[in-house]
């Protein structure tokens, strides 16, 4: 029997490198390592990298041929952007007449704050008219003569007109400095946005070129045949020749592989995500089984770069208690780790013998408030993870876990001081962290309109439990923690698909010129190794913005799990009746497909119409798509376009806001085709015809629709 093929996961941090190994069929995790990041080294980040793979095949016993994916996420954009260490960008704008005055403003961009007293290193030059090469060389030279690594070409209009920023190109190649123009980086309107976000992605451009050429050559060297694939901030994977064309989609992608690995590792679909560090805890959102995106803000402005939406607090497993007037005042945000002390409730309890606390400063500046033990084995923090251990809420062989008599000890001396006993004590040095922690999550559920009913709060990283179980306790919401949480990011980045997401702005846009933008999306990620038959393709039509925006996925093979427990018929009705917080009894099959199965109830309102509230779960028995009101009926992709006619048509609303098609998902074999982003009904039609055809005649389709108020 031949040796399952394993998917890699690398995860470069600012400390730590970490790896695993995932079976490729299964999903489990295999083996993980971890190596110090060789910042310092002459290959640079690079040398970790190869590290990492070298000892994660051999504690696994694999060989560099078993390798079926291999990706890595990446802190080093970011980290070159938050400590200025990026090349000097030479600006070359092009326009004549009234269109010169807004290049010429692009110039301010040599203003742009990277890190305290840096500011992005610019050279600005103008050309008149593109199409004079001459005069484009006379630019270069005035950009390289100021010390330019890399250009950039900008021009008005260039999302409908890009032919000049071509010539440019074309023009300035001879010089052999890496270049993009702007347009190719994102083709919103908006000229000064989108220059500025093509100098910042330009500013990274040569550092990320270096670092991509050592790791592939490194890589192949190695004897992975496997394409190496990069971590984007929007929780996908890019081919590597995509990242050298834009690297600053890497920039925030560290959140982004904690929560891909809980959206496809624990299959989530309405939730929020909190990754637990020993300083800080990363909180994202999952609707409806995708990431939530916006646009990112990149040196404290608004840019075209689609990234997860995070919001960051300071608050995390090795937090530090602050104390005052007998009572505790707050926790954090400095941590154990800043101040460089042992946490307490890891210590040996001889090391703890004679505590006696006392409040110390960490760093300069801060107040003298933070409660520390003096004992006879040297000084400790009180953290986070020692009041979660002294409750019982770390559960045991958990990356966080100490021995609980260890932990009520450390708490012991500072209950002393607060006059009352451990577990009040540390149930106020929780309160006190997780309410930070809660004022952002409840700002993230109304922000995506969660269903708290239905919404689950996932814990990763290594101090998950530091913080989700009792958050969970605090909220009443349903909470748990993810396997293997110390490695969720590297595991996301094992598990992650190939993404692709293409914007137009294309005012009364046409249903052949959205199905055009489907097009491309999903052309960009077949070309980077995503196998053709498992592409999926969600489209959105955002008519106060003329947007059309379609976001394609897929694997780079064709994944047919062979996990070892299917739920039965009776686990899936109890996960969609607990869902729908209903009787089981209640609960019946409305339809389904050899994946997914449709359960439904009636819940009646007094005066008003009753609701049919649906949840879709699939063969693991999970819950994929929560609907609070919907109409199901089940059809053949033969008999789909009259019948999805009919049913879009009946469910249509018109009214001031204009038309509103209702929410339509398809269910198609293994897939749910989400096709809810499309008001209009004749390209919703459209778009669910292309879903249908590849199918055959006969197989069957379920569609899914939700009427939008």
Known sequence: ??????????????????????????????????????????????????????????????????????????????????????????????????????????ASFGRLE????????????????????????????QVKDAGAQVLVASQPFSVDRPEGERAVLDAARPYGLPMTAAHEITSLYGLHRRTRTAVVNAAILPRMLATAGLVDAAVTKAGVTAPLMVMRCDGGVMALDEMRRRPLLTVLSGPAAGVAGALLRERVSEGVFLETGGTSTDISVVHRGKV?????????????????????????GGSMVRIGDGRVTGVGPRSAHIAGLPYACFASPGRLRDARVDTVRPLDGDRADYAVLDTAGGRFAVTMTCAANALGR???????????????????????????????????????????????????????????????LVGGGGAAASVTPHL?????????????NEVISPVGVALALVREQVERIVPGASQEQILAVRAEAERAVIAQGAAAEGVEVDVTVDPRTSTVRAVATGATELRVQDRSHRADDTERLRAAAASLKADPADVRVLAGTAAHTVYGTRTHRRLRPARRPVRIVDMDGVVRHHAADARVETTTV???????????????????????????????????????????????????????RTRAADEPVVAVLEVRP
Do not use: W
């Not at 290193?121 to 008219?129: E, F, G, N, Q």
């Not at 450390?410 to 997780?434: N, S, Y």
């Open 292 to 316: 939530a995106v916006r646009h990112a803000t990149i040196l404290g402005r608004t840019s075209y770069l689609n990234a997860l939406d995070v919001r960051t607090v300071g608050v995390g």
């Open 114 to 141: 990277l890190a305290p007293g840096k500011r992005l290193p610019l050279a600005y030059a103008h050309v008149a008219d593109p199409d004079d090469p001459a005069a484009v060389r006379r630019a270069v030279e």
């Open 394 to 456: 770390v559960p045991e062989g958990d990356f966080a876990h100490c021995d609980p008599e260890t932990a009520r000890a450390a708490i012991a001396p500072l209950a002393a001081l607060l006059g009352t006993d451990v577990a009040t004590a540390a149930t106020r040095i929780l309160d006190a962290g997780v309410a930070q922690v809660r004022t952002v999550v409840d700002a993230m559920i109304r922000d995506y309109r969660l269903d708290r009913d239905t919404a689950v």
């Open 1 to 106: 029997m031949s040796t399952p093929r394993i998917r890699v996961g690398i995860d470069v941090g600012g400390t730590f490198t970490d790896a695993v190994a995932v079976d490729a069929t299964t999903l489990e995790l295999l083996g993980q390592i971890k190596v110090p990041t060789s910042h310092h080294h002459e290959d640079g980040v690079a040398h970790g990298i190869v590290e990492a793979l070298d000892r994660l095949l051999a504690r696994t016993g694999r060989a560099p041929s078993d390798v079926a994916f291999l990706a890595h996420g990446t802190t080093q954009a970011t980290n070159a952007l938050l400590e200025g260490d990026v090349a000097t960008v030479g600006l070359i704008g092009v326009g004549t007449g009234p269109s010169a005055v807004f290049t010429r403003r692009l």
């Open 472 to 484: 969970a306790h605090a909220s009443g919401m349903a909470g748990r923690i993810v396997r293997h």
């Open 638 to 692: 033969a008999g789909a376009p009259e019948v999805l006619a009919r049913l879009v048509g009946e469910s249509t609303s018109y009214g001031d806001g204009g038309v509103r098609a209702p929410a339509l998902r398809l269910l198609l074999g293994s897939r749910i085709a989400d096709l809810s982003g499309v008001l209009d009904p004749q390209p919703l039609l459209a778009l669910a015809r292309s879903e249908l």
